[in-house]
Structure formats: structure tokens, C-alpha cells
């Protein structure tokens, strides 16, 4: 009966292990508040997941070196463990209860995408520990009740729907014809919802509307579609990889088109990518780098864009920017509470009114940010093409361009 | 028997005390008992069958879906829970709550018994890779298909009902969780192990030895494949619905009709632990998430590359598994007589 | 406003209008057929490697689509440093051949002759290490190769092929050609297939099948590179999208039988006009579900079929 003897002995070192291993971290550790976060390292969603994780990093590392979190007269430093959580969302579930239940921890970061962000949220708020959120947009994450939920973003809704009201205008107020192609996944369907609802409004027709499968790399048969219908508008979202391949294929398709509005231009790169062909598009941004907003840890936008290149070597997108502002306000909220309870701390999150050189945030009862317009830019690129640019367009205050509408025909450009 | 009765109530009171001892693990611990569950019910397939199929993941996926449709759906209008723009919020009462679960537990299992018995006949005839592929396909399908119906949420995923406010503590519904996912792997095993021991075991080995032999002997192959089958959609529906629970938030194809993790992690902790056996799946199954979570730990980001490399290990170098394995080993501990004489005769070939 | 629960009625019309916009505007049938060709000739060049290694090795590989973009990723970086990424389908089969004589020494050769399950599980754990180490080599980032060929408009610009896409399609044509005359003619093509018919044999008679072996999976990977280099001037290159591409050879292969080029390359093409088509009478969003229910209906067709002469597919 050895075998027998073998399980046994093996179940007794499982429950061994288990037991010794439960020394959980506290939540302050000497001089560090310990703070968990799930990114996605790896998977579909790792290029996003890294520019969360860095803009992470380059606040946190900004904070500690500026003085760190003062509670209670005594000066804190920032420590996030990281886990990766593979772009899977239930994966992202189980890490959310692992960083609680057996590390701890109890001031939460947001992972990358709504659907990633969803899967967390009621974990988290299971164990009435506060998360502050960046990348996660997804009106439905606001609309549950969540009270210890809180996104230094716009909804997803808002991503897109200025553009819409923008065609309107530009048509001479009258209803335009609007083609969509969303990815099928949480947040590309929430900016859907959201250019349902500013159709509805304006009294404009959907044509087109197709909700493309996440592993599909081929967008022909949409964009086929679009060209035998003509429609005003064509909105794109899917991510850095649905960006991507919307350019090439319109561009290769001579897809003509006034208006092509998408997101996730900046995270895919894409003026850099596809240089000419990407002129034009008008791309729905959290942030831009040209944005007149302050704070006393990065300076003004131009200087966070300038250090994040130095750290990193390469633009912000927004994505990152945001990640950033999580860590400002969290840090302002501790200061605020001046505690670690996380009820307190909660609290002080909730009453948030500040600026950062992201943007001002306040936050709605449901944990939306409410102080903060959504920028579109487009991509204007100089003469010979040799140099692509996102220029503000909208809303009029940032504006360093204007808007190109309609779009130049393929055969003109 | 002294030893069997003795491992057997050590396993019993480890599962039922792991809650309070380790309460930080609880979470672990019942993933852990479904991943059993998924790992000992393919080994019906793949281990005493030889149908190695990679379609169990299609009942895992049904299942969480029927749980929490069924659970919402007898109290309010599915198609405005999962309304994308989520205007309405609802909250189940706590009898509500319990009576949903009930239902959707049970019909979690009970459907896709059946979609395994509807299909069974046209898939089962399939043989080798073929019907490796094919089971893979139905697999891939039923997350696409997931994702484009729209009153189960389509791409946006679904929200799981969540314990009533006001019946106890997050603690209590965790220890819920936990108990019922130990009770499914306590009854899964007893079931199958009694369940081998029976006429319908044997069946599946000479399915697996020759199933044209085992034909010719008059036993009716197909339809002890399709009770084969049914057995495990049952049990991996049930676990399917009680992982929907344990996650609160379900996606088409990552949490539900996840093939490439939990479709191919469960064929992985079979082999691992040993297919064809009894307990290898559970050994299997045990080993691997141990591996898996410390290196979720120790290995930021380069958890794949371990996991790609105990892969390859384990397939390439022990292919029969842990239990195979100390089975060569140890011959006489499985019950095998193996006489003195002949082992002396034994020569190494080669 | 187009309903997203409510009124499935008004979800049918406005799928209704679909249906008939292919049909109104005939251009478009002509459009899908073509963009269909030209991604089934993609497919079928990977599925043709794949045919080749499982007739020979008995081995299914689901880390094709790893050797795919890893192709790709040659060809990007030569994009990279100023080369023009099209020589990438000369240079990126090169490396990838040797990638692949690498991959069968270190692991395939111990899987050979074993159960086909066993390589499906060893390939897969090779496609997951092969993802991750690529996302740490080449970046998280979703990449893209220009090749500035420009589009050929026909129909007075009703329907337009980019001619990234021509391309690749011939270069994927003159491959195979090459690849039969070589199967063909050559002394390593002429062991190959003998190994292919009966290994055992093919050693008596001299034939050293391990380098047999070797040679064909460097062929497979060769052949994935060509692949991975039009992709990378055609669609988008990330290091986890590798499994499409495995999948469809899958499929490609299951649909023609193995060692059978005209049907690969017609079962290829045929898998994906059904791929445009089928977006355009039954959604977007129910395209790959389409294309999966459909091998699950052949086979099952195929198994119905045998069983009344009393054979299964084996």
C-alpha cells in the first residue's frame, strides 16, 4: 500500500504548505502601503497591459521620490505587487480574491479593458476594498452600485457619441447615416450603446452594424459593405489590434468615407504605423498630452509626456496617463482620510475633487468620473506624409486644429 | 483496508475542515475541487474510453449559463439583466436567491446530460483524431455562438446573481461555495469509482482496448459511449455552474467556453496524474494547480513559459502520468502478481 | 435606434436588408469571392505544411500558427531596417526552416512515433512557450509591415484588391508549385514520400528517416514563414494570434485529407469564400461560429455517410 502512503504523505505536505503559507501581508508593511494590481502581461490585451503597468509605475516611483503619502504625520511610500492576469477575465477574478484574500491587500488598481475591470468589480466590492480604476469604461460597471468602485475615466458611452453630434452639425443639422463595426467584447460594445444612443437622438440611421469576432484580423466584408452603402460615418473600436487593421484595410480598399471615427489610435500607434494612411481618422482619447491641466507631481501634460519618453522610450498614450492619475488620486485620498481604514479611505475617495495633469476628478455616485470631458483627436500628418500628428479637435477649448470634414476622397490624396 | 479507510477519512475531513483551517484558501481550495471534477470527468472519455475529446469544455460553458439564466430568469426578464447599458439594477431576495440556485444548479447538470445525449450519436462515431477535432470545433462554435446571442449578454458578458444582502456574512457565501464544489467532487468520485467498478467500466476498457472486438462480442458500443458521455456532461455541467458562482461575472469565451485554459488544462491534469485511472486525475489535478498558482506567484509574466515547459515535460517524459508512472514502479502495490521467476527471467531488450 | 434586445422583429429586417445588400449590389458577391480566394491560398499554404508533417510524422502541430507569426515577425523586422518587407517571403523561410529542424531536434523527434494525442499536447506546449517568449522578444505591441503596394480597382472601383494581397497570393501559388516539383523530383522529395508511405520500409531500404523527419518539419516551418511574411504585409502581427491560423489549417487538412494538394488548395480557397459569404447572409458576429459548425457538420456528414457501409472515419 505504498501508494496509498504516498498520497497521503502528499496531502499532508499540501496541507502544510497551505498552513505555514498563510502569512498574508498586512496592508501597511513599516513604511509602505501595499497596493495589488492585475494586468494583462501577457494575452490579447498585453501591449495595453504593459502601458498600464507603466504608467503605474512612473507615478508611483514620482510619489515615493516626492515625499511619498503623509498619514497621521508620518510619510508612506507606495508598493504595488503586480500579478498578470493573462487578458483573461476570469482569471482576473481569481487574482482580485488572491490579492485580498491571502495577500492582504486592501487598496485595489484597476487591471486593462472593461471586461477585465467587470470580472474584478464584484470582488472586490464583496470585500469592501477600494479600487480605483483606469482602464475600464464600460457604462455597466457604473450602473450596478458599486461603492467601492471608482474610474478616473469617462464612460465608454461618451467615448464616441461627440462625434456623432459632430457629423450632425457638420451635415447642417440634419441626420446622418452611421456604419459601425465593434469587437465584440464589453467595452467596444458599450461605445456602441453609446453611438446607439446619440443616433437616437439626433434622429440618425444605423446601416451598418457588426460586431466582429475578437480573434478576427479581417475586416473586408465590413468594409465592403461600407462601400456599397456610402454611409456618413464609419465608427471602428476594437482595441489596438482592431485600429490597426481598420487603417490598413480602408486604406488598401480605398474605402471612402467623410467620417472615421475610432479609438485606441494612440495605444495602437497608429500615426507611427501607418503614417499617410491613418490621416484623418478622429480618434475618441481619455487625455492628450497638449491639455492645459496641472498638478504638483508631473507638471502639466507636455512634462509627464516628456518624462514617460525618458523612462520609457516611448509616447504616453492615454491609457497610460490615466493609469498615472489613479495613484494621484489614491494618494490624495489617504492623505484625506488621514488613515488606513478602508471605510475612511473609501469615504475620502468618494468626496475626490482635484486636478491632475490628467484631468479634474470627481466622481459620480455610481464611481464614474464626471469632471472629465472626453478630447477627439484626429490624425493630421504634414505635407509629404513623412510626419503624423494627433491634433486636438474637439472640444473647442484644447482645439490645436481644426477638423478635416469630409474626409479628402482616396483618389484625391 | 486499514490504510484505504484511513486515507479516505483524511481526505473527508481535510476537505471539510480546509475552510476554517486555511481560510485565506477557501477560494483556492474549491477551484481546486472543480478542476478535479473537470479533470476526472474526461478521463471517462479520454482515460478509460480512449476518446480523447476536447468538447467538455462545450457542457462546462453550457452549464454556467443555464445556473445563472435560470436563477435570474425565474424572477425577472433575462433580456433586461443583461441589457447592455445595465440601466436597472436587480436584486434577488433571499428566498429568491436560494430557489433560483437550486433550479439552475440542477438544471445545469441535467441539460447538458442531455445536449450530450442528443449529439452523442452523431459525434461519437467519430474516431481518433477525428473526433479530437471535432469535439474541439463544437467547442470553439459554442463560444462564438455565445458571444453573438445578446439575451445572455453576447460579447458583454453576463453578471452572476450575488448573495443576498443581509443572509450572512461574505464569509458564509464563500464557505457555501466551498462546501458544494467539495460535496460535487466527493460525489463525482464516488460515482465514478463505483461506476468503474461495475459492467459499465469494463465496457469503456474494451471500447478503449478494441472497439471493434468489443462489437463483435455483441455489446452495443454506442450507446455505453453516449451514457459514457452523458456522465460527464452532467458532472461538468454542475461544475460549470458552480464556477459561474464562484467567478460573479461570465464571458463567452474566456470564463465559459474557455478551450485554450480550461478546456486544455483539464485533458493536461489527466495525463499528468495519470489517465486511466482512478486516482490519477485527482493526483493530477492537485499537482498541477499547486504548480500553476506558485508560479502565478514567483514568475511574473513568465508563468507561460513554465507551464509551456512542463508540458512538453510531462508529455514527452512521463506520458503515463504520475500514477503510471509508480504504477512500473511498483507493480505489487496496484495488485498486479507479478511471479519471482518471471521478473528474474526478465531481460532488458535493446 | 437599432434595438439591442427588444424586437428581434426589427433585428430581422434590418438582417433582411443585408441579405439583400449582397444581392443588390452584385459587385459585392464579386468582392467577397475574390477577398475570399486570396485568404483561402493564405490558409491552404499553412495548411499544406501541415498536411505534409501529419502524413509523414503522424504529428498535429498547434504551434503552426506561432510558426506563422514568427515568420511574420522576420519579415517586420527586415521592414524594420529599411528592407522592403516582400523579400521577407524569400529570407523569413529560410530562418523559419531552420527554426523548424530546431524545434524537431529539442522535442518533436521524442514524440514521433508516439500516440497522435501526445504531440497535440507537446505542440501545444511549445505554442504557449513560443507566444511568450515572442512577446518578450518582440513586444507587446500590435505591428504591421508596409508594403506600399497600392490596389488594383476593377469594376470602375466597385470592387478593389489590394495588391499586397495579389501577392501574397502568387507567392503562396509558386510555393506550392515549387514545393511539388521538389516533392517530385528531388532525391529528399522522393524519401519523404516514401517515408510517408511506410517509414519502416522506407529505413530498410536506406532511407534515414530521422533526417527525413527533420527535413520535413523544416519544410512545414519554411512554409509557415512564406505564410507569415504575406501576413505581416496583408493583416496585423501580435505574438497570441497565432491560433486562427492553426485551427483553419486544422480544419483545411480534416476537410481534404492529407497528402492531396488540389483539394487542400481547393477545400482552402472554398472554406473562405464560405468565410465572406457567410458574414454577409448571417452576420459578422456569427462568421467563425459559421465556419466551425460547418467542420462539425461535415464530419458528421462524412461519419453518417461511412457508417452505412459499416466504416468509421479514422
Same mark, same amino acid.
Given at each position: ?413 | ?55 467538455? #469544455?462545450?457542457?462546462? =460553458?453550457? *452549464? /454556467?449559463? !443555464? ?10 426578464? @433575462? &433580456? ?70 445578446? #439575451?445572455?449578454?453576447? =460579447?458583454? *458578458? /453576463?453578471? !452572476? ?10 464569509? @458564509? &457565501? ?177 | ?314
Amino acid at each position: 500500500m505504498k501508494v496509498k502512503n504516498f498520497i497521503i504523505t502528499f496531502i499532508s505536505a499540501i496541507a502544510l504548505l497551505l498552513s505555514t503559507s498563510t502569512i498574508s501581508l498586512a496592508k501597511v508593511v513599516g513604511d509602505k502601503i501595499v497596493l495589488g494590481a492585475a494586468v494583462s502581461l501577457t494575452g490579447k490585451y498585453s501591449s495595453n497591459g504593459v502601458h498600464t503597468q507603466n504608467g503605474y509605475n512612473i507615478a508611483v516611483e514620482r510619489i515615493n521620490s516626492m515625499g511619498g503619502v503623509k498619514v497621521d504625520g508620518k510619510s508612506y511610500k507606495f508598493e504595488i505587487i503586480y500579478y498578470d492576469d493573462e487578458s483573461n477575465s476570469g482569471r482576473a477574478a481569481q487574482l482580485a480574491e488572491r490579492l485580498i484574500k491571502q495577500d492582504g491587500v486592501q487598496y485595489m488598481l484597476g487591471p486593462y479593458s472593461s471586461g477585465l475591470t467587470k470580472a474584478m468589480a464584484p470582488v472586490t466590492e464583496k470585500y469592501q476594498v477600494p479600487m480605483v480604476e483606469a482602464n475600464g469604461a464600460s457604462r455597466s460597471l457604473f450602473t450596478k452600485g458599486y461603492k467601492y468602485l471608482f474610474a478616473v475615466l469617462a464612460p465608454a458611452n461618451l467615448y464616441l457619441d461627440v462625434a456623432i453630434d459632430t457629423a450632425v452639425e457638420k451635415n447642417g443639422g440634419k441626420p446622418v447615416r452611421i456604419a459601425m463595426a465593434f469587437e465584440q467584447d464589453a467595452f467596444s460594445q458599450d461605445v456602441r450603446l453609446g453611438i446607439v444612443e446619440a443616433a437616437k437622438r439626433t434622429g440618425s440611421k444605423i446601416i451598418i452594424d457588426d460586431k466582429l469576432p475578437k480573434e478576427l484580423n479581417d475586416m473586408a466584408a465590413t468594409l465592403s459593405k461600407v462601400k456599397a452603402t456610402k454611409p456618413d460615418v464609419l465608427v471602428v473600436s476594437g482595441h489596438t489590434k482592431g485600429a490597426l487593421t481598420a487603417i490598413r484595410q480602408i486604406s488598401e480598399m480605398k474605402v471612402d468615407v467623410p467620417m472615421l471615427a475610432m479609438t485606441h489610435c494612440d495605444a495602437a500607434k497608429l500615426s507611427k504605423q501607418h503614417g499617410k494612411a491613418s490621416e484623418y481618422a478622429l480618434c475618441a482619447s481619455q487625455w492628450h498630452k497638449s491639455l492645459s491641466y496641472r498638478d504638483n507631481y508631473f507638471g502639466g501634460g507636455m512634462e509627464y509626456a516628456a518624462d514617460f519618453k525618458k523612462m520609457f522610450d516611448y509616447d504616453p498614450p492615454y491609457q497610460s496617463a490615466e493609469s498615472s492619475a489613479a495613484l494621484l488620486v489614491f494618494k490624495d485620498a489617504f492623505e484625506r482620510a488621514n488613515s488606513f481604514d478602508t471605510k475612511k479611505v473609501r469615504d475620502a475617495l468618494a468626496a475626490t475633487e482635484m486636478q491632475t495633469f490628467y484631468g479634474n476628478i470627481k466622481f459620480a455616485p455610481g464611481g464614474q468620473n464626471i469632471s472629465k470631458p472626453m478630447v477627439l483627436f484626429q490624425v493630421i500628418c504634414n505635407d509629404d506624409g513623412s510626419k503624423c500628428e494627433n491634433k486636438v479637435v474637439a472640444p473647442l477649448k484644447w482645439a490645436s486644429a481644426e477638423l478635416v470634414h469630409p474626409i479628402p476622397k482616396w483618389s484625391d490624396r | 483496508m486499514n490504510r484505504n479507510t484511513l486515507l479516505y477519512a483524511s481526505l473527508l475531513i481535510f476537505g471539510l475542515v480546509g475552510a476554517f483551517v486555511f481560510p485565506a484558501y477557501k477560494l483556492q481550495l474549491s477551484f481546486l475541487y472543480i478542476l478535479i471534477v473537470l479533470a476526472m470527468t474526461w478521463d471517462v472519455q479520454g482515460g478509460q474510453m480512449g476518446y480523447n475529446t476536447f468538447g467538455n #469544455i462545450l457542457f462546462f =460553458g453550457v *452549464g /454556467m449559463y !443555464v445556473a445563472s439564466s435560470v436563477q435570474i430568469a425565474m424572477f425577472f426578464s @433575462l &433580456s433586461e439583466w443583461t441589457d447592455a447599458g445595465g440601466e436597472k439594477t436587480f436584486v434577488h431576495t433571499v428566498p429568491q436567491f436560494f430557489q433560483g440556485f437550486a433550479f439552475g444548479i440542477l438544471l445545469s447538470g441535467i441539460i447538458p446530460m442531455l445536449i450530450a445525449g442528443i449529439i452523442g450519436y452523431g459525434i461519437l462515431g467519430l474516431r481518433g483524431h477525428y473526433f479530437a477535432i471535432c469535439t474541439l470545433a463544437l467547442g470553439i462554435a459554442a463560444g462564438e455562438i455565445a458571444g453573438g446571442v445578446e #439575451i445572455i449578454g453576447a =460579447g458583454q *458578458g /453576463m453578471t !452572476v446573481p450575488v448573495w443576498p444582502k443581509g443572509f450572512g456574512s461574505n464569509e @458564509l &457565501s464563500s464557505q457555501f461555495l466551498y462546501y458544494l464544489s467539495f460535496a460535487l467532487a466527493v460525489i463525482t468520485f464516488t460515482f465514478l469509482k463505483w461506476a468503474y467498478s461495475t459492467r459499465f467500466g469494463l465496457v469503456l476498457n474494451a471500447i478503449r482496448d478494441n472497439e471493434d472486438k468489443a462489437e463483435a462480442m455483441g455489446i452495443y458500443t454506442m450507446r455505453y459511449k453516449i451514457i459514457g458521455w452523458m456522465v460527464s456532461a452532467f458532472f461538468v455541467g454542475l461544475a460549470g455552474g458552480i464556477m459561474g458562482h464562484i467567478n460573479g461575472y461570465i464571458e463567452p469565451t474566456e470564463i465559459a467556453f474557455a478551450g485554450p485554459t480550461f478546456g486544455v488544462f483539464m485533458v493536461l491534469m489527466a495525463i499528468l496524474g495519470g489517465k486511466g485511472t482512478l486516482w490519477g486525475p485527482l493526483v493530477g489535478a492537485t499537482i498541477f494547480h499547486i504548480f500553476k498558482e506558485s508560479f502565478w506567484t514567483f514568475f511574473l509574466g513568465w508563468q507561460y513559459v513554465a507551464l509551456g515547459v512542463l508540458i512538453v515535460v510531462i508529455v514527452v517524459y512521463f506520458p503515463e502520468g504520475i500514477m503510471g508512472w509508480l504504477r512500473e514502479k511498483y507493480p505489487e502495490r496496484f495488485g498486479e502478481v507479478i511471479d519471482e521467476a518471471d521478473r528474474k527471467a526478465q531481460v532488458t531488450l535493446k | 435606434m437599432l434595438p439591442s434586445n427588444r424586437g428581434h422583429f426589427f433585428k430581422y429586417l434590418e438582417k433582411y436588408f443585408m441579405d439583400f445588400l449582397i444581392f443588390q449590389a452584385p459587385m459585392l458577391m464579386v468582392q467577397a469571392s475574390i477577398d475570399g480566394i486570396l485568404l483561402g491560398i493564405l490558409f491552404a499554404l499553412i495548411a499544406y505544411g501541415m498536411a505534409l508533417q501529419w502524413g509523414v510524422m503522424n504529428i498535429i502541430n498547434i504551434a503552426q500558427g506561432e510558426l506563422v507569426i514568427m515568420g511574420g515577425y522576420i519579415a517586420y523586422f527586415m521592414y524594420l531596417s529599411g528592407i522592403h518587407p516582400a523579400f521577407g517571403v524569400i529570407v523569413s523561410p529560410i530562418i523559419m526552416y531552420f527554426v523548424g529542424v530546431g524545434m524537431y531536434k529539442l522535442v518533436i523527434n521524442k514524440v514521433v512515433d508516439r500516440d497522435l494525442f501526445i504531440s497535440i499536447l507537446a505542440t501545444f506546449g511549445i505554442s504557449i512557450l513560443a507566444q511568450q517568449l515572442m512577446n518578450f522578444a518582440f513586444g507587446a505591441d500590435v505591428v504591421v509591415a508596409q508594403s506600399n503596394f497600392g490596389t488594383t480597382m476593377l469594376f470602375d472601383g466597385m470592387v478593389t484588391i489590394p495588391n499586397a494581397k495579389i501577392f501574397s497570393g502568387l507567392v503562396c501559388i509558386i510555393a506550392a508549385i515549387i514545393l511539388v516539383i521538389y516533392m517530385k523530383k528531388s532525391k529528399l522529395g522522393r524519401a519523404i514520400r516514401a517515408t510517408a508511405q511506410n517509414a519502416r520500409a522506407a529505413k530498410i531500404l536506406g532511407v534515414n528517416t530521422e533526417k527525413v523527419y527533420a527535413s520535413t518539419f523544416g519544410i512545414n516551418a519554411a512554409l509557415c514563414g512564406i505564410a507569415g511574411a504575406c501576413i505581416a504585409i496583408t493583416f496585423t502581427l501580435h505574438p497570441y494570434t497565432g491560433l486562427p491560423y492553426t485551427v483553419r489549417s486544422f480544419m483545411i487538412v480534416i476537410i481534404a485529407g492529407l497528402g492531396n494538394l488540389p483539394a487542400v488548395a481547393i477545400s482552402g480557397m472554398g472554406l473562405g469564400i464560405f468565410e465572406e459569404w457567410a458574414d454577409y447572409l448571417i452576420g459578422t458576429e456569427f462568421r467563425i461560429a459559421a465556419v466551425f459548425s460547418l467542420l462539425v457538420i461535415i464530419l458528421v456528414y462524412r461519419r453518417f455517410k461511412l457508417s452505412k457501409k459499416r466504416e468509421y472515419l479514422k
